[in-house]
T-cell receptor, first 113, second 115 residues
Framework: KQEVTQIPAALSVPEGENLVLNCSFTDSAIYNLQWFRQDPGKGLTSLLL?????REQTSGRLNASLDKSSGRSTLYIAASQPGDSATYLCAVRGDNYGQNFVFGPGTRLSVLP | EAQVTQNPRYLITVTGKKLTVTCSQNMNHEYMSWYRQDPGLGLRQIYY???????DKGDVPEGYKVSRKEKRNFPLILESPSPNQTSLYFC??????????????FGPGTRLTVL
């Protein structure tokens, strides 16, 4: 059964720092991996989607990488801002398209002004 | 605007009183799914549907029912709610398997309290 973990569970950094969030999964047979952010009490906003055949995706200050063979993905946030404060979740989809999604527990990020 | 909508957004009910949470998407997506989010347990999938009339259990299906009679709608039914179903519920959708880019889009969430 697929298990997804995220390290660290919480992170507090001063504004302007570059940071890396980590996501690990136990079964490398995935269809894709998606990163989300969630603000307190709100829904999930999609940040980046990486297909299993891809190594990385970039959107603005965000860069996500995928190493399927080692079961790892990282989300890199450049020049962090207070508005980046949120919980970041990664989710993997099994390589059988019909399989369900499995989410990690999230990393709670605080960017201090 | 492309979106996933859920209703109601907030619901307080009592044990045993049947309820339905509706979910609708306007993106012609084939795949739809329901999740619950609980502190310390994260997001867990309840049911999913790959297309009309095709549904399957996720990780925590007990106590829930779903139906997919139309492509755009995927209601979540609690026939006899219990307090342990108090949670934050999310509906999500994504394009079909034939599409190369299968990003999952989420609704705003429904906060359910069962007394």
């Amino acid at each position: 059964k697929q298990e997804v973990t995220q390290i660290p569970a919480a992170l507090s950094v001063p504004e302007g720092e570059n940071l890396v969030l980590n996501c690990s999964f136990t079964d490398s047979a995935i269809y894709n991996l998606q990163w989300f952010r969630q603000d307190p009490g709100k829904g999930l906003t999609s940040l980046l989607l990486i297909q299993s055949s891809q190594r990385e995706q970039t959107s603005g200050r965000l860069n996500a990488s995928l190493d399927k063979s080692s079961g790892r993905s990282t989300l890199y946030i450049a020049a962090s801002q207070p508005g980046d404060s949120a919980t970041y979740l990664c989710a993997v989809r099994g390589d059988n398209y019909g399989q369900n999604f499995v989410f990690g527990p999230g990393t709670r990020l605080s960017v201090l002004p | 605007e492309a979106q996933v909508t859920q209703n109601p957004r907030y619901l307080i009910t009592v044990t045993g009183k049947k309820l339905t949470v509706t979910c609708s998407q306007n993106m012609n997506h084939e795949y739809m799914s329901w999740y619950r989010q609980d502190p310390g347990l994260g997001l867990r999938q309840i049911y999913y549907s790959m297309n009309v009339e095709v549904t399957d259990k996720g990780d925590v299906p007990e106590g829930y029912k779903v139906s997919r009679k139309e492509k755009r709608n995927f209601p979540l039914i609690l026939e006899s709610p219990s307090p342990n179903q108090t949670s934050l519920y999310f509906c999500a959708s994504s394009p079909g398997q034939s599409r190369s880019y299968n990003e999952q889009f989420f609704g705003p969430g429904t906060r359910l309290t069962v007394l």
